[in-house]
């Protein structure tokens, strides 16, 4: 039986789970074809932008998307022309928290240690919704990434913490990703099937 809040110890079981969980899940997504990953990405699309309708215009940070995650480039920069403003996050230094560097469509391009690509000009932004891709997540709000930490680390350093939006394939779904001690739950997550609030939203 799994337990439904953050563990306060990091077990080996645990590493194991959430390594294995990580593995099918991801092979799950990349194993979409073309023509569905294309559908699943339109029905997330359509409730994001459904959410985000509900939002002043401010500033959202999104990622670009790697093995396979949705990308919310096309839909942020329709938003952009109704007054809204975007960034990505950056990873500067590492096993510390992300900086944030504004974004736009035609924004020039690097990429980071890790080969994701990330805005080349050093232009702070100061996120007021954060879009998180998930690799799994479970109904309480906890997500699975790539084990790098990075966005827990960063959302705990943040004093005025941003609203956090989980963007991902409803084949991510976990009855449980065990979370542990210095997991974050989101407060809203988006699927192909829906928007789904957390109990932390």
Request: hydrophobic letters at 45%; aromatic letters at 8%.
């Amino acid at each position: 039986m799994t337990t439904a809040h953050p563990s306060a110890e990091h077990t080996a079981e645990s590493s194991v789970f959430r390594a294995a969980l990580r593995r099918e899940k991801l092979a799950a997504r990349l194993a979409l074809d073309a023509a569905r990953h294309s559908g699943l990405s339109a029905a997330i699309e359509g409730h994001l932008e459904s959410l985000l309708d509900q939002h002043m215009p401010q500033t959202v940070a999104i990622c670009a998307p790697v093995q396979g995650e949705f990308d919310a480039r096309p839909l942020v920069t329709r938003l952009i022309a109704y007054g809204w403003r975007a960034a990505m996050p950056v990873v500067e230094t590492a096993a510390a928290p992300m900086a944030f560097r504004a974004w736009q469509a035609d924004s020039p391009m690097t990429r980071d240690r890790h080969g994701i690509p990330i805005p080349a000009e050093r232009i702070s932004a100061s996120p007021d919704l954060i879009l998180l891709p998930l690799v799994a997540f479970d109904a309480r709000g906890y997500r699975l990434g790539y084990g790098g930490g990075y966005f827990d680390r960063t959302l705990a350093a943040m004093v005025l913490r941003p609203y956090t939006i989980g963007i991902g394939f409803e084949l991510a779904r976990s009855e449980s990703i065990r979370p542990e001690k210095h997991d974050i739950a989101l407060d809203v997550i988006v699927t192909d099937a829906g928007v789904f609030y957390t109990p932390s939203g």
